[in-house]
């Protein structure tokens, strides 16, 4: 397994992107780098292995790169949770707040038919908005919530904040 610190080094830091004053996490080298990606999904892994996780949600759109190779080392269902009309109908949905506005993330309904060991992934836990809302869809959809699992958290924006506590959240690299 690559190391925390190896993996940090295939993060590029784009400062002033995608606005001014954010300083943006890149996970592109990581992704481009076998050993480094291998690596990545390992460290994602490690504390589900015995966890019985039958399903994988991953986020739109980074999550699904993660959650599907995760889904995959899990032995595991992959369901993607998609931005509006990306998905035909019949589609479960939420909506959920952002600094300035509000977004919604949909999933097939259906898709987690009978789960009750489902984990979600996602890229970076920022403010914790998208995760928070991914949760309760999936509870809308009838499953269990077994835990969370992001490449990145940036610490400062106090995003397991808003994520319930007796939920696992796993987070690779700390920011």
Do not use: N
Not at 22 to 32: E, I, N, Q, S, W
Not at 80 to 85: D, F, Q, S, V, Y
Not at 138 to 161: S, T, W
Request: with cysteine; hydrophobic share 50%; net charge negative.
């Amino acid at each position: 397994m690559a190391s925390i610190e190896a993996l940090r080094d295939k993060v590029r830091d784009v400062p002033d992107f995608p606005s001014p004053g954010v300083l943006f996490r890149d996970l592109t080298p990581l992704l481009a780098d076998p050993a480094a990606f291998a690596g990545c999904i390992d460290a994602l892994a490690s504390p589900w292995h015995a966890a019985g996780i039958e399903a994988v949600c991953g986020i739109e759109a980074r999550g699904f790169i993660f959650g599907a190779a995760l889904a995959r080392r899990l032995d595991a269902g992959f369901v993607p949770l998609r931005k509006p009309g990306k998905l035909p109908p019949p589609v479960v949905e939420v909506e959920y707040a952002l600094e300035y506005g509000a977004d919604r993330l949909q999933a097939t309904a259906g898709a987690l038919q009978g789960a009750r060991r489902v984990l979600l992934v996602d890229d970076v836990l920022a403010t914790g908005g998208t995760l928070a809302a991914a949760h309760q869809l999936v509870g809308r959809l009838g499953a269990g919530v077994a835990g969370a699992a992001v490449v990145i958290e940036i610490e400062a924006l106090a995003g397991r904040a808003r994520w319930p506590c007796d939920v696992p959240l796993h987070a690779v690299l700390h920011y």
